[in-house]
């Protein structure tokens, strides 16, 4: 038994703790908050609540294995680099699905198993990809028999950091092209018509349509489907939809929290029933219809919440309001014309272009995927792609497109479509609790990541997914048992919208009132600095993350790596763009861990610069073993925690 165990093994079980002095991990002469254990509670050092939770000498061995013998970068590094990034549906995915099962597995945990949440219809694998500025220099070379030819020769003068659409195609090798400026109306198409043909066609960044805006993300994937529904109407194919029968009118919404140029809505009437759906938000039927000649009133909920419409009907034009708790939003919509002559963009694509180029917001490119991703064929996949590249690159582009200077890029985009059905799972382990093995503790994070061009998936979210696996390693390691299942999940389909966790709590509703706790680490690499958590809940998680406090240092911010209990009343939040809101929907306790210190989380997150580099090694070492202590403790509790109080599940406690 080293010093400190020795040391640990003789505090009271419901106040285990450390000191600097013995504590590994900070330096010596660093002294912490209190002498003796303590909890953090908004913002504030206090007595560990006096509440029984786990063995003091297992919890002396996790302190040892998480603070001496950490491996958590172990993982993160075999994750990022030897798997790289993860999408959804893709073979890397799955094969870190695998990989993380294969190594709960060789750490003795049970109950190992890859829990197949649903499937996609194709699968999407990106390959190494380039985008290159080329320079043409053309070189008069002497034949043998007398005369001269010309040579042309390419030099590359420019790397583009860039990405596009998952399940949108990339090039059939690498594609050189010459640039040229998206036409601002027929006239200047009219006077370029002969050089688009095989071109990359520079998207304006102040161009303002619904097809042309600039930006990534859902304005890339608006285009996207609206080219492919230009493709369908010019080779005279019908657009099959699911969208309901009625007056179609399609607009935009523009107010506050909306981007300046607004979001695109389309409002189907067919009598009293109405559809609205508003691009990023939600598509559904709206309710409580009122229609009084030209007058048309309605709710519709989205998650960002409830609006009350009411729109006045014109002929082919609706406009009105949409009042909310957020404030009003103008809404402006109108029928398609079918006999309207071609846009500008029907015409460009007509004469098929290499495809498009468009600008980000600045320095930083972010990955998304294009619509109806799930239910994609070969015969379904767009012809046309865009290219996103960083503000920099296209003001190089633009650059000397305005001084006269002809300018060509050579883009070699590597995308595999397999078609399927290819299954998606989440990776589940468990130690399984010796008294209470019902009732079950959850620590998860999200295995999926985005996968654009130099991404590796690291903060988002291999970091989390390495903490999780690490958290389960030190308490195999420490020999935990718990009287609760601690049960470990690495979930897929966040990214698309929390699919596999959304899942796993509808196929496992009688499950459901057994959880004590769900915690995510979705974050990024800084380290699990506190929780929010309602007013009955406080004493317990106190008492549970009362062991990690004064016991990690960091040295650059100077301050402890403390987790704070934040109470924020007797409710938790029920929304979150994290896989604990799955379970916060229906009353079960759901923790994302606030994520505190100097990373900064927007510089990774999506984007082409989520690589291994941006982890903070002692942040994570941290995480891991709060992790472990944090479930260890609440699964040794009395009782599970107290049940989040909303009407469809009142709070209760119990084993």
Same mark, same amino acid.
């Given at each position: 038994?080293?010093?400190?165990?020795?040391?640990?093994?003789?505090?009271?079980?419901?106040?285990?703790?450390?000191?600097?002095?013995?504590?590994?991990?900070?330096?010596?002469?660093?002294?912490?908050?209190?002498?003796?254990?303590?909890?953090?509670?908004?913002?504030?050092?206090?007595?560990?609540?006096?509440?029984?939770?786990?063995?003091?000498?297992?919890?002396?061995?996790?302190?040892?294995?998480?603070?001496?013998?950490?491996?958590?970068?172990?993982?993160?590094?075999?994750?990022?680099?030897?798997?790289?990034?993860?999408?959804?549906?893709?073979?890397?995915?799955?094969?870190?699905?695998?990989?993380?099962?294969?190594?709960?597995?060789?750490?003795?945990?049970?109950?190992?198993?890859?829990?197949?949440?649903?499937?996609?219809?194709?699968?999407?694998?990106?390959?190494?990809?380039?985008?290159?500025?080329?320079?043409?220099?053309?070189?008069?070379?002497?034949?043998?028999?007398?005369?001269?030819?010309?040579?042309?020769?390419?030099?590359?003068?420019?790397?583009?950091?860039?990405?596009?659409?998952?399940?949108?195609?990339?090039?059939?090798?690498?594609?050189?092209?010459?640039?040229?400026?998206?036409?601002?109306?027929?006239?200047?198409?009219?006077?370029?018509?002969?050089?688009?043909?095989?071109?990359?066609?520079?998207?304006?960044?102040?161009?303002?349509?619904?097809?042309?805006?600039?930006?990534?993300?859902?304005?890339?994937?608006?285009?996207?489907?609206?080219?492919?529904?230009?493709?369908?109407?010019?080779?005279?194919?019908?657009?099959?939809?699911?969208?309901?029968?009625?007056?179609?009118?399609?607009?935009?919404?523009?107010?506050?929290?909306?981007?300046?140029?607004?979001?695109?809505?389309?409002?189907?009437?067919?009598?009293?029933? !109405?559809? $609205?759906? /508003?691009?990023?938000? *939600?598509? #559904?039927?709206? +309710?409580?219809?009122? &229609?009084?000649?030209?007058?048309?009133?309605?709710?519709?909920?989205?998650?960002?919440?409830?609006?009350?419409?009411?729109?006045?009907?014109?002929?082919?034009?609706?406009?009105?309001?949409?009042?909310?708790?957020?404030?009003?939003?103008?809404?402006?919509?109108?029928?398609?014309?079918?006999?309207?002559?071609?846009?500008?963009?029907?015409?460009?694509?007509?004469?098929?272009?290499?495809?498009?180029?468009?600008?980000?917001?600045?320095?930083?490119?972010?990955?998304?995927?294009?619509?109806?991703?799930?239910?994609?064929?070969?015969?379904?996949?767009?012809?046309?792609?865009?290219?996103?590249?960083?503000?920099?690159?296209?003001?190089?582009?633009?650059?000397?497109?305005?001084?006269? !200077?002809? $300018?060509? /890029?050579?883009?070699? *985009?590597? #995308?595999?479509? +397999?078609?399927?059905? &290819?299954?998606?799972?989440?990776?589940?382990?468990?130690?399984?609790?010796?008294?209470?093995?019902?009732?079950?503790?959850?620590?998860?994070?999200?295995?999926?990541?985005?996968?654009?061009?130099?991404?590796?998936?690291?903060?988002?979210?291999?970091?989390?997914?390495?903490?999780?696996?690490?958290?389960?390693?030190?308490?195999?390691?420490?020999?935990?048992?718990?009287?609760?299942?601690?049960?470990?999940?690495?979930?897929?389909?966040?990214?698309?919208?929390?699919?596999?966790?959304?899942?796993?709590?509808?196929?496992?509703?009688?499950?459901?009132?057994?959880?004590?706790?769900?915690?995510?680490?979705?974050?990024?690499?800084?380290?699990?600095?506190?929780?929010?958590?309602?007013?009955?809940?406080?004493?317990?998680?106190?008492? *549970?993350? #009362?062991?990690?406090?004064?016991?990690?240092?960091?040295?650059?911010?100077?301050?402890?790596?403390?987790?704070?209990?934040?109470?924020?009343?007797?409710?938790?939040?029920?929304?979150?763009?994290?896989?604990?809101?799955?379970?916060?929907?229906?009353?079960?306790?759901?923790?994302?861990?606030?994520?505190?210190?100097?990373?900064?989380?927007?510089?990774?997150?999506?984007?082409?610069?989520?690589?291994?580099?941006?982890?903070?090694?002692?942040?994570?070492?941290?995480?891991?073993?709060?992790?472990?202590?944090?479930?260890?403790?609440?699964?040794?509790?009395?009782?599970?925690?107290?049940?989040?109080?909303?009407?469809?599940?009142?709070?209760?406690?119990?084993?």
């Amino acid at each position: 038994m080293s010093l400190l165990v020795a040391f640990l093994a003789g505090l009271p079980a419901c106040t285990t703790g450390t000191t600097a002095s013995e504590s590994p991990a900070h330096p010596a002469g660093v002294t912490p908050l209190r002498a003796r254990p303590y909890a953090v509670i908004d913002g504030q050092p206090a007595d560990v609540p006096a509440i029984k939770m786990g063995d003091k000498a297992t919890i002396a061995r996790i302190i040892e294995e998480g603070t001496r013998r950490n491996q958590v970068m172990d993982h993160l590094t075999a994750l990022c680099t030897t798997i790289g990034p993860r999408l959804t549906g893709s073979t890397r995915c799955e094969e870190a699905n695998k990989w993380a099962a294969s190594q709960f597995e060789s750490w003795g945990l049970t109950g190992v198993t890859l829990d197949q949440w649903g499937e996609v219809s194709m699968r999407f694998d990106r390959g190494p990809s380039t985008a290159k500025v080329m320079l043409r220099r053309e070189r008069q070379v002497q034949n043998e028999g007398g005369g001269s030819r010309t040579e042309v020769e390419y030099d590359s003068v420019r790397d583009m950091q860039f990405t596009w659409l998952a399940w949108a195609p990339g090039t059939s090798g690498a594609v050189r092209a010459p640039v040229v400026r998206l036409p601002k109306d027929h006239e200047e198409l009219n006077s370029m018509e002969d050089k688009i043909a095989g071109a990359w066609v520079l998207i304006p960044s102040n161009r303002e349509s619904r097809r042309g805006i600039r930006g990534v993300g859902g304005q890339m994937g608006d285009r996207h489907q609206a080219w492919k529904d230009i493709r369908a109407k010019q080779s005279g194919v019908v657009v099959q939809t699911d969208a309901p029968a009625g007056d179609r009118f399609e607009g935009t919404i523009t107010g506050p929290n909306l981007p300046a140029d607004g979001v695109p809505i389309t409002i189907t009437i067919n009598g009293s029933d !109405i559809n $609205v759906s /508003v691009r990023r938000f *939600a598509n #559904a039927a709206a +309710t409580n219809v009122s &229609i009084n000649g030209d007058l048309i009133e309605f709710d519709w909920e989205s998650p960002a919440g409830k609006s009350r419409y009411s729109l006045t009907r014109a002929g082919n034009k609706i406009s009105g309001t949409a009042k909310s708790d957020a404030g009003e939003t103008a809404v402006s919509a109108s029928m398609p014309d079918p006999d309207a002559p071609p846009d500008v963009m029907e015409r460009v694509l007509a004469l098929n272009p290499a495809g498009f180029l468009s600008s980000s917001r600045d320095e930083r490119v972010w990955t998304t995927s294009a619509r109806g991703w799930r239910e994609l064929s070969m015969d379904k996949i767009g012809k046309d792609t865009e290219y996103a590249i960083r503000q920099s690159d296209y003001d190089y582009l633009n650059s000397r497109l305005f001084d006269g !200077i002809p $300018v060509e /890029v050579e883009i070699n *985009a590597t #995308a595999t479509f +397999t078609p399927g059905p &290819i299954p998606v799972y989440n990776t589940v382990a468990e130690i399984r609790g010796t008294e209470f093995p019902d009732e079950v503790v959850i620590v998860s994070a999200h295995l999926d990541s985005w996968d654009g061009p130099g991404s590796q998936g690291t903060l988002d979210n291999g970091t989390g997914s390495a903490v999780t696996m690490e958290a389960a390693r030190i308490l195999m390691a420490a020999k935990a048992k718990p009287k609760r299942t601690i049960r470990f999940i690495l979930w897929t389909g966040e990214e698309q919208g929390l699919l596999g966790s959304r899942s796993y709590v509808d196929r496992n509703k009688d499950m459901l009132p057994k959880i004590s706790a769900v915690f995510v680490d979705d974050g990024g690499t800084n380290y699990e600095g506190g929780a929010p958590v309602t007013n009955e809940m406080a004493d317990m998680m106190a008492a *549970a993350t #009362a062991p990690t406090n004064g016991l990690f240092y960091d040295e650059v911010e100077k301050k402890w790596m403390d987790v704070n209990i934040r109470r924020v009343g007797d409710s938790l939040p029920r929304g979150g763009g994290s896989d604990h809101a799955s379970f916060n929907a229906v009353g079960v306790p759901g923790f994302f861990w606030d994520e505190v210190g100097r990373s900064d989380y927007q510089y990774g997150w999506h984007t082409q610069n989520d690589q291994l580099n941006l982890a903070i090694p002692e942040y994570l070492k941290q995480s891991a073993t709060n992790a472990a202590i944090t479930a260890y403790n609440l699964a040794c509790a009395p009782t599970m925690l107290p049940r989040v109080k909303t009407a469809d599940a009142p709070a209760s406690g119990g084993n």
